[in-house]
């Protein structure tokens, strides 16, 4: 009887260890190396434009951050964000050890990559005299720019972290590219994020040749950017401007440029011009924003700085973002293609009247007749261009990163 209790009992003890070890939670951050982390939540994947290894400039050195979709399967649930992404810690820092969450966000635009949430900041009170440090929460935005995260808040300002995996370069050497169309000659108009940190720009025509560029002026709050372009004025031609000031809801409007490049053309010396019809469904833009217009017109990575044009081929906003969607329990991004937003062209005409070389820009009748979509898709093809940034190199830190234990 006492052998059978023995037996028992050890029974019950290797079903409940056994069970235990089936239903451990996976792996947690602060146990894990790098190259562990990128083979178990990484590869095998398709990746947000967010999700990846990031790095920063803290206060003793450089600071590695893992970004992730928080509704991944298997995921910690210190770790669980099921609408959205979180920041984890994979370098101690100040307050903060290795596998805490650092910041907790959702994407809100998209192709024009931006997030909010809350970032976990520092604050100093006072006890006694003696100054005590804290964690806070603090509500700030994200935006991914090529292979930056630049992260915007009121109370802290704006500072960049760097990515270091994966790389987002569509081809060697390139870190990322947009649309643009001529509105002169010489200039053309495109998104400020489009050429944001680039150290290298170019842009190339219907003939493949592809031409430097110089940023000539830009509106990081409108997020509109005017390149200079020389040696095409014979081959190209500029798009005659139109008044975002005039529509109306309804108003059937056309977006051209080049989106989704890796996914649409091997080449992106080959792609060819998209174009896309909608209506203008609302006269503000995100958040009640009266700088842009809302459309209907679908809209992907690579569209940003293109035009949107109305009947007559006149350009009357320019294309920039559109509103993200939720992430589903897979980790997949349920994106809206009917809700998505245009900077409205009259802050790149002030751009251009403020330039000490400024060009003349042309205007249509006002008795002008439409345009057939065939007619105008044909003319568009002299005026839009595919524009491409080379980035600045990563710091050097970036290798030695990958020995961290």
Do not use: C
């Not at 029974?11 to 562990?36: E, N």
């Not at 995260?149 to 270091?164: I, K, N, P, S």
């Amino acid at each position: 009887m006492k052998r059978l209790s023995v037996l028992v009992l050890a029974l019950i003890f290797f079903s409940v260890t056994f069970q235990g070890v089936l239903a451990a939670p996976r792996m947690d951050f602060k146990d894990m190396k790098v190259h562990q982390i990128i083979n178990e939540y990484y590869s095998g994947r398709e990746l947000d434009g967010v999700e990846g290894l990031w790095i920063y400039q803290g206060q003793k050195g450089p600071v590695l951050i893992a970004v992730l979709a928080g509704a991944i399967p298997d995921i910690g649930e210190q770790y669980r964000n099921k609408k959205g992404f979180v920041g984890v810690m994979l370098q101690p820092e100040s307050l903060w050890t290795k596998g805490e969450v650092r910041f907790t966000i959702n994407k809100v635009l998209t192709p024009h990559e931006k997030y909010e949430g809350s970032w976990q900041g520092i604050t100093v009170y006072f006890i006694y005299g003696l100054p005590v440090q804290s964690k806070v929460g603090i509500n700030a935005t994200f935006t991914v720019i090529g292979n930056t995260l630049r992260l915007e808040a009121e109370d802290m300002g704006r500072f960049d972290l760097q990515r270091l995996f994966p790389s987002r370069n569509p081809a060697p050497g390139i870190a990322g590219t947009g649309s643009g169309f001529f509105v002169s000659p010489n200039l053309v108009v495109t998104n400020h994020h489009v050429i944001d940190s680039a150290r290298k720009v170019e842009i190339r025509t219907k003939d493949g040749m592809w031409t430097p560029a110089t940023v000539l002026a830009s509106d990081a709050d409108y997020d509109v950017a005017i390149l200079e372009v020389k040696g095409l004025e014979k081959t190209i031609k500029p798009l005659p401007i139109g008044n975002s000031l005039s529509v109306k809801v309804g108003q059937r409007v056309y977006s051209f440029g080049f989106p989704a490049p890796s996914q649409l053309s091997g080449d992106i010396s080959e792609m060819q011009m998209r174009m896309n019809e909608g209506i203008i469904t609302s006269l503000q833009g995100y958040k009640g924003s009266e700088k842009e217009l809302q459309v209907s017109i679908p809209t992907y990575g690579g569209n940003s700085g293109g035009p949107v044009v109305n009947a007559i081929g006149e350009p009357i906003a320019i294309i920039t973002s559109g509103l993200a969607g939720n992430v589903n329990e897979d980790g997949i991004v349920d994106v809206p293609q009917n809700i998505n937003f245009a900077r409205r062209i009259e802050r790149a005409i002030e751009l251009i009247e403020q330039l000490e070389r400024f060009q003349e820009l042309s205007y249509k009748d006002a008795n002008s007749g439409e345009l057939k979509t065939e007619a105008m898709a044909e003319q568009m093809l002299d005026s839009v261009v595919l524009v491409r940034i080379e980035g600045y190199k990563r710091e050097k830190v970036v290798n030695s990163l990958l020995k961290i234990k």
